[in-house]
C-alpha cells in the first residue's frame, strides 16, 4: 500500500525535485519551486528518495534507452515523411541529420562502434652490419663523383680593367 498524508506529500515533492535537478536547475531554484526551507532539505529529499529506490542494473538502462532510441527513430522517420510529402528540403536535411545522429548513438550503446584490434606482425631481418651499409655508400658517391668529372664545363676567364 502507497504512503498516504504527509508521507506521500514528502515522496513526490522529492520526485519534482529529482525531475527538476534532472532538467539542469540548482538546488536554490527547487526549494523556491517546491517550498523547501532551504537547497540543502532539497538535495537530502533527492538523496533520501534515491536510496529508497535501488539503480537499475546496465543491462535495464541500455534495454530502455535503446528502446527510447527507436521510439525517436520511429518518430523522426514519420516526421521525415512529412517533410519529403510537404517538399520542405531543408526540414528533409535537418531530420534526417537527426536521424543518423539518434543511430549513431544507439550504435555506441549497443557496442556496434567498437574498434576491431588489428594484428600487425613487423619481422625486420637486417643482413648486413654498419660497416658494409657505409662501405656502399662509399662506393656509391665515388660512381657519382667519377662519372660528372668528364661532364663538367670548365670556364676560363680572366679580369680585365675597363679603360
Known amino acids: 500500500m502507497p504512503p498516504t498524508g504527509p508521507r506521500a506529500d514528502a515522496r513526490a515533492r522529492a520526485e519534482a525535485a529529482l ?10 531554484e527547487i526549494a ?45 522517420f514519420d516526421s ?8 520542405d528540403h531543408e526540414a528533409v536535411v535537418s531530420i534526417s541529420r537527426a536521424i543518423a545522429y539518434v543511430q549513431d548513438k544507439n ?18 631481418q637486417v643482413h648486413s652490419t654498419t660497416h658494409a651499409v657505409i662501405d656502399q655508400a662509399e662506393r656509391d658517391l665515388l660512381a657519382i663523383v667519377g662519372g ?5 664545363p670548365v670556364l676560363d676567364a680572366e679580369l ?3 679603360p
Open 80 to 87: 521525415l515523411e512529412a517533410a519529403k510529402k510537404a517538399q
Open 19 to 28: 525531475r527538476l535537478k534532472c532538467r539542469g536547475r540548482t538546488w536554490q
Open 107 to 124: 550504435a555506441r550503446l549497443t557496442g556496434q562502434q567498437i574498434p576491431v584490434a588489428q594484428e600487425v606482425d613487423v619481422n625486420v
Open 148 to 152: 660528372r668529372q668528364g661532364q663538367l
Open 32 to 76: 523556491d519551486e517546491l517550498g523547501f526551507k532551504s537547497r540543502s532539505s532539497a538535495l537530502h529529499a533527492v538523496k533520501r528518495l534515491m536510496l529508497r529506490e535501488p539503480p537499475e542494473d546496465v543491462l535495464a538502462a541500455r534495454t530502455f534507452t535503446t528502446g527510447a532510441y527507436r521510439q525517436v527513430t520511429a518518430a523522426l
Open 160 to 162: 680585365v680593367d675597363a
